[in-house]
C-alpha cells in the first residue's frame, strides 16, 4: 500500500511540475497551464457582476490558477438570454462590473478571459429580461429539445447579421476594458453550436448544407470579431462533439470529418481552441487509437489547445474527498495533447486547489457537491 501511495505521490508530483511551468500561447502570457473552466453561476441579478463576483474569480487567481475564463455572459441581442442572474457582457453597467473583475484578476496575478454566448433556442418567449422574445436558432426546434411547447424561431439573414454584430461589439468591449482575450461559447448545443450540428441546422440557404458549410455562422462570428480587435487578440472557441440535447451527438465521426468543422474556424481566425470532453482521458475517435479529442484538436488544428473533462473528480460529477488523482491525465499531458488545462467544478468547490496540487497538499482538498452552487466563495 505504501509503494502505491509512494507511486502516487510521485505521479502527482511530475504532473504539477509540468502544469506549473510558464507558457506562451500566441501573444498571450500565462505563469502556468491550469485555467478556470467556465460555469454559469447565476448570482448577477440585474445582469452586472458585484463585488462578490470580483472576489470570486480573484480568489482563484490569487491561489495560482494562471487563467480565469468568466461564466458565460450574454451578448447584447434580445435573443440571447435564457436563464435569470447570468451576467451581461454589454451596456454601462455590466461593462463597468467587469472591468472591477478583470482589474482584480490582475491584481492578484492572474489572466482573464470572457466568455461570450447567445442560447439559441434554449429560450422561449416566456423568460425574462424580455418576455415576449422568442428564442432563434438556424431553423425552428423545439425549445431545448425538451418538448416545450414552443419552437425557437428560424433566424431570417437579418437575425444573423444582428447577432454576429453583437459578437463583435463585445469581443471589442473585451478588448477595450484590459481583457486578455475573449472565449466565443460554441459547444453544448447552443446557438452556434446548433448551426454546427445537422440535427439542428435544416437551412437550405448559405448556412446550411454539408459539414463545412454548416460552418459559416460561427467563421461569420470570428472574422467580424477579428476584424474589430486586430490580428494578436487572443480568440479562443470552446466546442464539443456532444450536445446537452444528446450526449451521443458528433460533429465528425472521423478525424477528417471533425477537420471539415474545425480547419474553417482556424481560417476565420481563431488562435485558441478548447476543446470540451466529458473524459478528458477517453479517445476521442476509439477506431483511431488511444489519441484525446484534444489531441486530435491540436493535430488537426496546429494551435494551442485548452482541454477540459473531469479532472479533479473522484467519479462523474463528484469529488466527495479529497483531490482526486491527477493521473487520468499524465499520458496525453506527457504526449503533448493539450497546452493548458482547464478544471471545473474541484475549483468551484476549492478556491484553493491549484494551490494544494502544487504543494503537494491534495490530502487537504475539498470535494464538490451540489450545494455549493447555492452560495458564491
Not at 500561447?25 to 463576483?53: Q, T, W
Not at 431570417?156 to 482575450?181: C, H, M, N, P
Not at 477579428?226 to 479562443?236: A, H, L, M
Not at 451521443?248 to 474545425?262: F, K, M, S, W
Request: glycine fraction near 10%; hydrophobic fraction near 40%.
Amino acid at each position: 500500500m505504501a509503494t502505491v501511495c509512494a507511486e502516487k505521490l510521485t505521479t502527482d508530483g511530475l504532473i504539477s511540475e509540468k502544469l506549473f511551468q510558464p507558457i506562451k500561447v500566441g501573444s498571450l502570457e500565462l505563469s502556468n497551464r491550469i485555467a478556470m473552466a467556465p460555469m454559469s453561476r447565476y448570482f448577477c441579478a440585474d445582469g452586472v457582476p458585484h463585488e462578490k463576483v470580483q472576489a470570486y474569480y480573484s480568489r482563484r487567481a490569487l491561489n495560482q490558477v494562471g487563467l480565469i475564463i468568466t461564466e458565460a455572459t450574454y451578448i447584447g441581442h434580445p435573443t440571447a438570454p435564457s436563464y435569470e442572474g447570468v451576467p451581461d457582457f454589454h451596456g454601462e453597467a455590466a461593462l463597468a462590473g467587469w472591468a472591477k473583475v478583470r482589474a482584480a484578476v490582475h491584481a492578484a496575478g492572474g489572466k482573464i478571459f470572457p466568455q461570450l454566448w447567445h442560447t439559441g433556442s434554449f429560450r422561449n418567449s416566456a423568460m425574462a429580461p424580455q418576455p415576449g422574445v422568442p428564442g432563434v436558432g438556424p431553423s425552428e426546434n423545439l425549445n431545448a429539445f425538451t418538448g416545450h411547447p414552443e419552437t425557437s424561431k428560424a433566424m431570417t439573414e437579418k437575425d444573423i447579421f444582428e447577432v454576429i454584430e453583437a459578437y463583435a461589439e463585445a469581443a471589442e468591449a473585451a478588448q477595450r476594458l484590459g481583457f486578455d482575450g475573449v472565449e466565443i461559447h460554441g459547444a453544448h448545443g447552443y446557438l452556434i453550436d446548433e448551426f454546427f450540428w445537422a440535427t439542428s441546422n435544416r437551412r437550405t440557404d448559405r448556412y446550411g448544407g454539408n459539414r463545412r458549410e454548416r460552418t459559416r455562422f460561427a467563421v461569420e462570428v470570428i472574422a467580424a470579431m477579428r476584424g474589430r480587435v486586430g490580428p494578436d487578440f487572443p480568440i479562443s472557441f470552446r466546442y464539443s462533439q456532444w450536445k446537452q440535447q444528446d450526449y451521443t451527438a458528433v460533429l465528425g465521426e472521423t478525424p477528417a470529418e471533425l477537420a471539415e468543422v474545425l480547419q474553417p474556424l482556424v481560417d476565420a481566425g481563431v488562435s485558441i481552441m478548447h476543446c470540451s470532453t466529458r473524459r478528458i482521458w477517453e479517445p476521442g475517435f476509439a477506431a483511431e487509437g488511444d489519441m484525446t479529442l484534444a489531441g486530435w484538436t491540436k493535430k488537426i488544428t496546429g494551435l494551442p489547445v485548452i482541454a477540459v473533462g473531469g479532472v479533479g473528480l473522484d467519479r462523474p460529477g463528484l469529488n466527495a474527498a479529497e483531490i482526486a488523482p491527477l493521473d487520468v491525465i499524465e499520458k496525453p499531458l506527457a504526449r503533448g495533447e493539450f497546452d493548458i488545462l482547464a478544471v471545473g467544478r474541484a475549483l468551484l468547490a476549492d478556491p484553493a486547489w491549484a494551490m494544494k496540487i502544487k504543494q503537494g497538499r491534495s490530502q487537504e482538498g475539498v470535494g464538490y457537491s451540489k450545494e455549493q452552487l447555492k452560495s458564491l466563495f
